[in-house]
């Protein structure tokens, strides 16, 4: 099949891609770099079945020829990362938002499916535990800036949802929970990139808040498996799935495992949350997939533990160190 990914150059569309070109599939990828890197795809560029544009998916003619060209796209192009979403909310609401739609009027016009990450922030302050997609939403007040992210692919749900049952384009939305993995920036706040980096460089790791919130998180190479598992599967058509590890750990206890694992002598510091982000900065207290969907739909479970994620990103780090000093 030939597949169209937008945001192909980011964390997880790099991976995503050399997964499917493995699985014998060409590749497009347009992204404009704006969080994504060329490193992220710089080792496919050999293989005769990839390619890519380095444009905004505003630029709509174009696109609209990109996806007159693919059999399916997956759309991964967004403004992610809380704190460039605290920082910069104008594009992160402009950006999520306006390029959902785009993608999904094209893909419409040309009968094209869409596959679609959107993120278990989504869930919000909900504390219905382990969440499930079928579960309510539930945000916080609007002047709480990390909120427009989660408001913003909620509404690229809808977006996705409402185009499979008005207009009958095939759409599978993906919740994607924390994933990590190799090559991810520690730039825009992800938490396992900055701690490695920290504690291989000696530095205090940076807990934020009292360290207590917990999170799962998963592989990206067990993240793709999904995404890739989903393709040409018409039962998942207008429905959205969970992925994501179930295996919960707090975030003091990540600082002390990765301390551990690099033999740091590096100290942990507990910064407070208006500090590292805004004032009044809420966070989510605990975040759990229910996995019953997806793994019902395509059989998918996670392969590896957070001991074999933290080892492969010290490992990466370690290797270009040229990234571990830039977070
Ligand atoms: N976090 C932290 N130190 C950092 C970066 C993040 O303690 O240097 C915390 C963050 O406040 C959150 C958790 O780690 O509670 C996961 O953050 P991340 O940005 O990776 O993902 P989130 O779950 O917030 O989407």
Same mark, same amino acid.
């Given at each position: 099949?030939?597949?169209?990914?937008?945001?192909?150059?980011?964390?997880?569309?790099?991976?995503?891609?050399?997964?499917?070109?493995?699985?014998?599939?060409?590749?497009?990828?347009?992204?404009?770099?704006?969080?994504?890197?060329?490193?992220?795809?710089?080792?496919?560029?050999?293989?005769?079945?990839?390619?890519?544009?380095i444009?905004?998916?505003d630029?709509?003619?174009?696109?609209?020829?990109?996806?007159?060209?693919?059999?399916?796209?997956?759309?991964?192009?967004?403004?992610?990362?809380?704190?460039?979403?605290?920082?910069?909310?104008?594009?992160?609401?402009?950006?999520?938002?306006?390029?959902?739609?785009?993608?999904?009027?094209?893909?419409?016009?040309?009968?094209?499916?869409?596959?679609?990450?959107?993120?278990?922030?989504?869930?919000?302050?909900?504390?219905?535990?382990?969440?499930?997609?079928?579960?309510?939403?539930?945000?916080?007040?609007?002047?709480?800036?990390?909120?427009?992210?989660?408001?913003?692919?909620?509404?690229d749900?809808?977006?996705?949802?409402?185009?499979?049952?008005?207009?009958?384009?095939?759409?599978?939305?993906?919740?994607?929970?924390?994933?990590?993995?190799?090559? =991810? #920036?520690? *730039?825009?706040g992800?938490? &396992?990139?900055?701690? +490695?980096?920290?504690?291989?460089?000696?530095?205090?790791? !940076?807990?934020?808040?009292?360290?207590?919130?917990?999170?799962?998180?998963?592989?990206?190479?067990?993240?793709?498996?999904?995404?890739?598992?989903?393709?040409?599967?018409?039962?998942?058509?207008?429905?959205?799935?969970?992925?994501?590890?179930?295996?919960?750990?707090?975030?003091?206890?990540?600082?002390?495992?990765?301390?551990?694992?690099t033999?740091?002598?590096?100290?942990?510091?507990?910064?407070?949350?208006?500090?590292?982000?805004?004032r009044?900065?809420?966070?989510?207290?605990?975040?759990?997939?229910?996995?019953?969907?997806?793994g019902?739909?395509?059989?998918? =479970? #996670?392969? *590896?533990?957070?001991?074999? &994620?933290?080892?492969? +990103?010290?490992?990466?780090?370690?290797?270009?160190?040229? !990234?571990?000093?830039?977070?």
């Amino acid at each position: 099949m030939k597949l169209l990914i937008t945001g192909g150059a980011g964390f997880v569309g790099g991976h995503l891609s050399e997964r499917l070109l493995k699985a014998g599939h060409s590749v497009h990828v347009i992204d404009d770099l704006s969080t994504g890197s060329i490193n992220n795809i710089s080792h496919l560029k050999d293989s005769p079945d990839f390619s890519y544009t380095i444009e905004s998916v505003d630029n709509v003619q174009l696109m609209a020829e990109l996806v007159d060209e693919a059999d399916m796209i997956y759309h991964l192009a967004a403004a992610v990362g809380v704190q460039l979403i605290v920082d910069s909310p104008i594009r992160a609401l402009e950006t999520n938002i306006r390029l959902t739609e785009i993608v999904l009027n094209l893909a419409s016009k040309k009968g094209k499916p869409v596959l679609f990450t959107s993120t278990s922030e989504v869930y919000g302050k909900s504390q219905a535990l382990p969440f499930a997609e079928d579960g309510d939403l539930t945000f916080g007040a609007t002047d709480k800036g990390r909120w427009a992210y989660a408001c913003s692919k909620a509404i690229d749900e809808f977006l996705a949802l409402a185009y499979y049952r008005e207009r009958g384009l095939p759409t599978v939305t993906f919740r994607l929970f924390n994933t990590v993995g190799p090559r =991810q #920036t520690g *730039r825009y706040g992800m938490v &396992i990139p900055r701690l +490695v980096s920290q504690a291989l460089s000696g530095r205090p790791l !940076t807990v934020y808040g009292d360290g207590e919130q917990r999170r799962c998180f998963c592989h990206v190479s067990d993240t793709v498996e999904a995404l890739v598992g989903m393709l040409e599967v018409e039962t998942a058509y207008g429905r959205v799935f969970n992925v994501g590890s179930q295996e919960e750990t707090s975030i003091v206890d990540l600082a002390r495992r990765i301390i551990d694992r690099t033999n740091s002598e590096s100290e942990i510091v507990f910064v407070p949350y208006e500090e590292a982000y805004e004032r009044g900065f809420e966070d989510m207290e605990r975040r759990i997939p229910d996995l019953t969907r997806v793994g019902e739909e395509i059989g998918w =479970q #996670t392969s *590896r533990d957070l001991n074999e &994620i933290i080892d492969d +990103v010290v490992a990466y780090t370690q290797f270009s160190s040229g !990234t571990a000093t830039a977070v």
